[in-house]
């Protein structure tokens, strides 16, 4: 019975130190966002979830990671703006898309 009790009284300060802990964040980031872009709010309304409405709601949402690509050359991953596209293929550089291109292929392996 001991355990039981011991095991809620754990899960529930867990729960209160996540809730804090979020609190906190929540805090500090929109510290950080007046301080940034002037007074919060000025030509956007704050909406009673916490994120923003209006002019200033695509500031406050987050930049998605740029897609990568693997080279067909040397297999290494690279971001698909610092890419080279030749002939459908993708490559992380122009030389690898040269050496790669240099290779014989077909009956010219051979």
Do not use: Y
Not at 34 to 41: E, K, L, R, S, T
Not at 78 to 96: E, L, M, N, R, T
């Amino acid at each position: 019975m001991r355990q039981i009790f011991l095991l809620i009284l754990l899960f529930i300060v867990g729960q209160w130190l996540v809730k804090a802990l979020r609190r906190h964040d929540a805090q500090t980031a929109q510290r950080n966002g007046a301080g940034a872009n002037g007074a919060a709010g000025a030509a956007g309304t704050k909406d009673p979830n916490g994120g923003a409405r209006g002019p200033n709601a695509s500031q406050a949402q987050p930049q998605l990671a740029e897609p990568m690509i693997r080279c067909a050359e040397c297999g290494v991953h690279a971001p698909k703006s610092d890419s080279v596209v030749v002939a459908g293929q993708a490559f992380c550089s122009a030389a690898h898309a040269q050496r790669h291109g240099a290779h014989p292929t077909g009956r010219d392996a051979r």
